[in-house]
């Protein structure tokens, strides 16, 4: 049964402490996306890779967050110094790519509930 | 925003009774997606439904889309308990990402 893993599914961690979030997305599918999800906001798209390549991190604060993809079978999505504001829900979601005509279904990883101090 | 905005933001039935929400957008799509979230879950996928279409099922579920209206409608029938969740559309508007509305939240009421 294949599924999308993350790790850690909670971390709690004070104020000014990198995080650091993993993501395995199911096996042959080449795009991998990082949300963050809270009640004030719902779900927010913070960035996603193609092929290992990063297509758009528009979504991300780009002086704390980052995103890579050190190989096909991980993704990494860290935050430093991390903030109270940045408690959330954490998931990663990985997809086959936009098929012509047909759209791309996303299938998501159980989460990474992340709470900072 | 191109958020979708689903209506309504809550809702209880009783089981068995359908449960109807609707998903409300701004620009013209590729396609319209439905997602489910349990209670501390990741989403799960439900149907797509492509803009040249008008109604999808699959089980008990059917999925509307009214292009000229830009909006959705996602029916379940003959409810259960396990159907409590959130419910989430999905919008593609061909720029290769989805945007996801607010969610409905269902509760089945045994």
């Known amino acids: 049964d294949a599924r999308v893993t993350q790790t850690p599914r909670h971390k709690v961690t004070e104020m000014g402490q990198e995080v650091t979030m993993r993501c395995q997305p199911i096996?042959?599918?080449?795009?991998v996306f990082w949300y963050r999800q809270t009640m004030m906001q719902g779900l927010e798209l913070l960035a996603y890779f193609r092929n290992r390549a990063p297509l758009d991190d528009s979504g991300m604060p780009k002086d704390r967050f980052s995103a890579e993809m050190p190989d096909a079978t991980l993704a990494t999505l860290k935050i430093q110094p991390s903030e109270p504001r940045d408690s959330a829900v954490y998931f990663c979601a990985s997809g086959l790519g936009p098929r012509l005509g047909i759209g791309e279904t996303q299938y998501f990883g159980p989460g990474t509930r992340l709470l900072v101090l | 925003s191109q958020q979708g905005e689903e209506d309504p933001q809550a809702l209880s039935i009783q089981e068995g009774e359908n449960a109807t929400m609707n998903c409300s957008y701004k620009?013209?799509?590729?396609?319209l997606q439905w997602y489910r979230q349990n209670s501390g879950r990741g989403l799960v996928h439900l149907i797509l439904i492509r803009s040249n279409e008008r109604e999808k099922h699959s089980g008990r579920l059917r999925v509307t889309l009214d292009t000229s209206k830009k909006s959705s409608s996602l029916l379940i029938t003959a409810s259960r308990a396990a159907d409590t969740a959130s419910y989430f559309c999905a919008t593609d508007f061909g720029n290769e990402k989805l945007t996801f509305g607010t969610g409905t939240r269902l509760t089945i009421i045994p």
């Open positions: 096996l042959g599918h080449n795009t």
């Open positions: 620009t013209s799509i590729n396609n």
